[in-house]
């Protein structure tokens, strides 16, 4: 049986990465291909529990590194329980945030640098990457006004700084250009049918022939 192929799809918040990760495990399933989705942090019954206490911590601040550890410790299970597994029986796993989330938010954002995330990377995934990694590229503008039109969700936004959302930002551009076989960089300001318009097309450029019918 062929191997799935393991498709992360990343960027701030509010960039539609949920929404885009619904609708291509549906696109995918169209292409007679059986889809999982799933998410980081969580993903799993122990990354769920990890996924409370970091997005529900009091207000004490943390270590960048303690955050770090716990997303990689949630990853572990991820990738030992879902993602292998899922892949191993030929499905196809779409995962809401993966790897280069804590690269762009603690090591970017939170300013860890990224030695701590790649060797950490090394340990805990070793040699597993992501077959297509979709970053949602949008103005923090445009992510703050769709996140306040959302109830409850601007103070999350607003409780870290600009300047925190745009070290991220361009932390997820940096990694990009560092691997532009694996990234692709994806106009988030469209409106969600075009966002989805050109992730079938990333996913035609890497995949066509996978695909029913070849290249599309
Ligand atoms: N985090 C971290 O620091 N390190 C790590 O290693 C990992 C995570 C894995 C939780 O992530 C937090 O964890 C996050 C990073 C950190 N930081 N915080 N705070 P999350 O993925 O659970 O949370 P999120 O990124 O904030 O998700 P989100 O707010 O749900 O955003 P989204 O999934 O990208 O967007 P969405 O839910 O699909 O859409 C947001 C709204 O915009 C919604 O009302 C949509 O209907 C609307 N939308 C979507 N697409 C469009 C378009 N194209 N046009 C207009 N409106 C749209």
Known sequence: MARGAFITIEGG???????????????????????????????????????????????????????????????????????LPALAAGRWVVCDRFADSTMAYQGYGAELGPEPIAALYDLVVGAIKPDLTLILDLPLAVARRRLKRRAGASDRFERRRRAFHERVRAGFLAIAAHEPKRCSVIDATQPADAVAAAIERAMRRKFGRRFAGGRA
């Open 13 to 83: 918040e509010g960039a539609g990465k949920s929404t885009q990760a619904r609708r291509l495990v549906v696109w995918l399933e169209r292409q007679g291909l059986r889809a999982v989705a799933t998410r980081e942090p969580g993903g799993t019954p122990t990354g769920e529990q990890i996924r409370e206490i970091v997005m529900h911590r009091g207000p004490e601040a943390w270590h960048p590194l303690t955050e770090t550890l716990l997303f990689f410790a949630a990853r572990r299970e991820h990738l030992d329980r879902v993602i």
